[in-house]
């Protein structure tokens, strides 16, 4: 069975929609514990399916290199097959995404190279779709390396910007197919 770490700094859902499909038997794999970097929903959810929930030291104030090799001897005890970004507004250091090249997977709620990169997450990417009047967006899922959504990209999901949408519309219909579109991924690269 596959073991993966999640990595979350918000509410977890996406985290406590997958733990969801393993008990059903739609992901076969292990969520062996959930990382976060601050105090946040997430947490919750953890406790919620009695999970471990790992505090790294917040990156602020600490050297980079530090807190990347914090994060590297807690996933080497973990000994993760997959590293799921969920919701993770921190970006790894080379010395992570290099040990676990091609095993660091992120969502990300558009078509990437568009609207990436540091700052663009949640609402902001939908307004920015918004205001930039594209006519498409969608959800990318990709490996992850040392720049903010630049890993190499597995697969994306297309969806039509309507007229008469608003950022908050777009942003419910991209969270309505971001998660199942994230599963079906998995399920195709880590061969469950």
Known sequence: MKKIVIFASGEGTTADYLINEIKKDKLKAQIVAIVVDRDCEAIQIAKKHQLPCAKIVPLKGLPRQLWDQEILQFLKASKPDCILLLGFLRCLG??????????????????????????????????????????????????????????????????????????????????????????ETLIKVLKI
Do not use: C, R
């Open 94 to 183: 080379k010395s992570v995404t290099q040990s676990y090249a091609n095993q660091i997977i992120n969502s990300h709620p558009s078509l990437l190279p568009a609207y990436g990169g540091k700052g663009m997450y949640g609402s902001q990417v939908h307004k920015a779709v918004i205001n930039n009047k594209d006519k498409k967006t969608g959800v990318t899922v990709h490996y992850v390396n040392e720049n903010y959504d630049e890993g190499q990209i597995i697969a994306q999901k297309i969806i039509d910007v309507v007229s008469g949408e608003t950022y908050m519309s777009l942003e419910d219909k991209v969270k309505k197919i971001e998660k199942g579109f994230l599963l």
